[in-house]
């Protein structure tokens, strides 16, 4: 079962990267979160495949990808890989999607390639710095990095089938896709790598900082900002804090969704991006 995706494989200097790279249009890259991979998109994929060239990364070590010798591992180390697949691949009139923990990565990833940027997408994800309300999210990502819920998760592979099975509540998935999307995590490394993302979510504050002012340097763009109703991001002040950094952004809440409308509602989120893409040319083009 391969979800009707096909992938190639991209040589770069982080390592071995599979790619979902499918469509024909201005292009759109979307960046998984930390429990996940590129799969999770599918049914996005599936909907903006129709308009647009979609482009769908395993970030190093997640799902298909591997990691070079020497791969870091951390927060600065995903950026450069995000950013060494934009350049090979020579993307410009780029659209690029950003939620949970890939947000922070995808920012300092794109500000120095700010002129292949059309737009960005920021979906479902704290705002920068977590500050105010937003504090308590680092705590939480400290907890989720300690020793007792890494053993937990490696044993029991927790966050990716919490993931896949519990958060597309509204529209799950059939058996055959909860195997398909559950066997990109086939090495226990695995299980490690995504909570080290959320490790340095809750301890590298330089990176973290890097990321709001790459945020800041990417005010001037056009924005998309999607929230599930029900996500704690969005109570945290979410859409009202990226609003302050993107002046030139409109808000999209996918209904009864918590945070990560991707999955249950992927048609919708890859109906409502494809539309906002091409809003956003033709007011470029006038």
């Known amino acids: 079962m391969t979800l009707e995706l096909p992938t190639t494989r991209i040589e770069l200097p982080c390592g071995s990267m599979r790619v979902v ?3 024909d249009g201005s292009p759109v890259l979307l960046l998984h979160g930390a429990p996940m991979t590129s799969l999770a998109f599918v049914r996005v994929i599936r909907r903006l495949r129709e308009s647009h060239r979609v482009i769908a990364p395993d970030l190093p070590g997640f799902g298909g990808s591997t990691r070079a010798p020497g791969f870091a591992g951390d927060l600065a180390a995903h950026a450069d890989a995000v950013r060494q697949l934009v350049r090979a ?8 999607y950003l939620n949970d923990s890939s947000t922070c990565i995808g920012l300092v990833a794109l500000e120095p390639e700010a002129h292949r940027l059309r737009g960005v997408v920021v979906a479902d ?8 309300l937003a504090r308590p999210v680092r705590s939480v990502l400290w907890w989720l990095s300690t020793p007792p819920v890494r053993w937990i998760n490696r044993t029991l592979g927790l966050l990716p089938w919490l993931v896949v099975t519990i958060a597309p509540l509204l529209r799950p998935f059939s058996r055959a896709e909860r195997r398909a999307l559950l066997a990109d995590w086939r090495r226990p490394e ?25 945020s800041r340097a990417l005010a001037d763009l056009p924005a998309l900002l999607l929230f599930g109703q029900l996500d704690p991001m ?14 030139r952004s409109e ?31 033709r007011r470029s083009a006038a």
Do not use: C, K
């Open 190 to 214: 695995q299980y490690d790598y995504l909570l080290d993302v959320f490790s340095g979510m809750a301890r590298d504050q330089a990176f973290l900082d890097r990321a709001a002012a790459a």
């Open 234 to 247: 969005r109570w945290l002040g979410g859409p009202r804090r990226w609003a302050e950094v993107f002046p």
């Open 125 to 132: 994800t704290v705002p920068l710095p977590m500050t105010g």
């Open 89 to 96: 691949l020579d993307l410009h009139d780029l659209t690029v």
């Open 21 to 23: 790279d499918v469509g």
């Open 251 to 281: 808000s999209m809440i996918v209904p009864l969704e918590e945070h990560f409308p991707i999955l249950a509602s992927g048609d919708a989120v890859g109906a409502a991006v494809a539309a906002w893409v091409q809003r956003v040319g």
